[in-house]
């Protein structure tokens, strides 16, 4: 896949295109996208995806702090292993947000020439807000497009989007966020040094250096899965302050111990992928206690993974 990062460092011919947010590529964006795929493939021609960064919601509505479901590579990464053939990661600032649907159509057929157009139900574009569905299927007459429409896809609960998706981590609720994405949620970053603490207990702990704008799931520990060096381990993860020791730490750190692992990693990137939630994380009243309490982590996370190793590795594949 093609990785660009402006549509001015574009022009292509004959394109079958999709415009969106897409932060964290989850089974609504999925469908959408497969759809584009497969017509364009169809046809011989390549399924371009136009999206954003930062997100619109950062610019126009202050959203900010651990925000981002997949940072722009992450996206990347997830869309090209669906069959994307051009990514374009579009800057997005103010005055970008104040160009008309009908200019910003103009700019995209012209650097584009796409024939087709796919969007969600409650797509829009433009200023306010004022490319909605009819109004594009309007522009398609006027700029020679097909407008493709795709229904939103429903849960139990209502409609997948990258909000609920949101509050589902803000809950530690992994085993929705999983239904959601159709994945186990992940964290990529590279493994830096701690205070050694966990080695000296025995239980080491690799400390990963995440990006500042990624969502995490609630503080607490996690059964995990840790893929290193290609290869895929069982891990307990605790996201939190740690209260036992650093009470008046305010920035969540993110630790994991993977299990019968015992080698080196420093400054190797690591990606965790988040299984389910096992307990909050609370002060203990001394470190025996709290490695008591580690080591009943541990048991719970091997009793857990081991069922679910073959599902986890089909998904990871995926």
């Not at 999206?51 to 950062?58: G, I, L, Q, S, V």
């Not at 990006?211 to 899965?225: I, Q």
Request: with cysteine.
């Amino acid at each position: 896949m093609q990785h660009f990062w402006s549509l001015d460092q574009v022009y292509l011919k004959d394109s079958w295109l999709t415009i969106g947010s897409y932060d964290g590529v989850h089974l609504g964006h999925r469908a959408i996208i497969r759809q584009l795929i497969a017509g364009a493939h169809e046809v011989n021609l390549q399924a371009v995806v136009v999206t954003f960064y930062p997100h619109p919601a950062t610019v126009l509505r202050g959203r900010s702090g651990h925000f981002y479901l997949t940072s722009p590579e992450e996206q990347a990464s997830l869309l090209g292993d669906m069959g994307v053939d051009v990514l374009i990661t579009h800057p997005f600032n103010k005055e970008i947000s104040k160009i008309s649907a009908y200019d910003f159509i103009a700019k995209m057929d012209q650097h584009l020439d796409f024939s087709h157009l796919w969007v969600g139900h409650d797509f829009t574009l433009g200023r306010d807000r004022e490319g909605d569905i009819p109004t594009l299927q309007k522009l398609g007459e006027s700029f020679g497009y097909q407008l493709n429409i795709v229904d939103p896809i429903k849960f139990e609960d209502g409609v997948v989007s990258s909000s609920v998706i949101r509050a589902a981590l803000a809950s530690g609720d992994m085993e929705m966020v999983h239904e959601l994405l159709g994945r186990p949620y992940q964290v990529n970053g590279v493994v830096i040094p701690g205070d050694g603490r966990g080695r000296t207990f025995g239980i080491p702990t690799a400390n990963l250096d995440v990006w500042s704008k990624k969502a995490l799931p609630k503080v607490g520990v996690y059964v995990c899965r840790a893929v290193i060096d290609g290869k895929i381990w069982g891990a307990v993860t605790n996201i939190g302050v740690r209260p036992t020791f650093d009470a008046n730490k305010p920035t969540p750190r993110i630790e994991t111990h993977l299990l019968n692992f015992n080698e080196e990693i420093y400054c190797k990137k690591m990606t965790v992928f988040f299984i389910t939630r096992l307990r909050d994380e609370k002060r203990f009243s001394n470190t025996q206690t709290l490695v008591s309490q580690i080591h009943l982590d541990i048991r719970a996370a091997e009793a857990i993974l081991d069922p679910e190793v073959e599902m986890f590795i089909d998904d990871y594949a995926s």
